[in-house]
Each structure stands twice: as C-alpha cells, then as structure tokens.
C-alpha cells in the first residue's frame, strides 16, 4: 500500500464538512460572517457615489473657441474641440488635429497631438493662431465649466474659452 492512510474520526451533528476538511459549528458561523461582511461592503461601496473618479464630463462634448489671452480668434477662422473616448479632435482654423486627453478631477492632460500639414494664407495670422492654440492645448492642466463654457486652464493662468458646439 502507498502512503499511510489516517483514523477517520466519524463526523458529529455539529460537525460539517467544507472540501475535505471537516469544520465545526464556530467556524462554519464565523465564515458565514464574514462572507456576509465583505459582500456588504462591496455593496455599499458600488452604491456610494453615481459620479465615480474615473468619470469624463468632457466626453461627447464638442466646444468652438469663443476667446484666448482675453482676445477673440481671428475673424472668419474656427478653432474646435470635440472629446470622445480618451480622444481630442477638432479643427484648428485651417489644419485638423488629434490627440489624446486624461481627466483626473479638474486636471487634464493633453498629448500626442497631431497636426495636418495644409498650409493656409488667409486670413492673416491664422497659421500662427493654429499653432499657439494648438500648443496651448498640450500645457493646459485644469478645465472648468463657467456659465456653460469650457475653460481650459495653463499653469501661467491664461485660459481658452470655449463654448458648446449645438
């Protein structure tokens, strides 16, 4: 015979068996207890708040730039921002962009920007109004909702204003 084969103890009423292991009473409340804790636990803690921290109240948005530096964008050009799924795009008065953003709280993060090369003459300055604007959005680090507008916020506290695209 292989191995040595142990006495079985014959099991009593307060006795159960869990796998191969035979528990007692004690034990068997006790395991119940707990379960019954951690599942309360996971409950409340799903149920607690409806606006978790990974929420993105920018996602599905779409904003045209109403000012910048307290100025408005040069007439007869349109800058926009529309979010989706961790992406930005939008148009930068002649070129298209994309990139990434992240939310964490009123921070975000804007990255991985790309820009099409399609050089524009008119109207004067737009180039370069593409370019800081463009730019801008890769230093902001906070947004903010102000009277149904987006702000986006650099660190020199400059901001972008942006309204709702309808």
Known sequence: MI?????LKPITQ???TMGSDVIGRKTLRKTAWI???????????SCGNSVSEDSDPLDGTSWELFAY??????????FTAAFE????????????YRGTYRINGVDITIADIQLTTKGCLEPEGVMEQELFLVQFLGDAQT???EDERLLMV?????ALT???ME
């Open 69 to 78: 530096r307290k100025s408005k964008p040069i007439l007869g050009t349109i």
């Open 35 to 45: 379960a019954c804790i951690v599942l309360l636990l996971l409950t409340l803690t």
């Open 3 to 7: 191995g040595s084969i142990k006495e």
């Open 14 to 16: 307060r006795q159960y």
């Open 143 to 145: 947004y903010s909702f």
């Open 85 to 96: 799924d961790g992406e930005i795009i939008g148009t930068g008065g002649c070129n298209f």
């Open 154 to 158: 650099r660190a020199d506290g400059e």
């Open 162 to 164: 942006f309204d709702p």
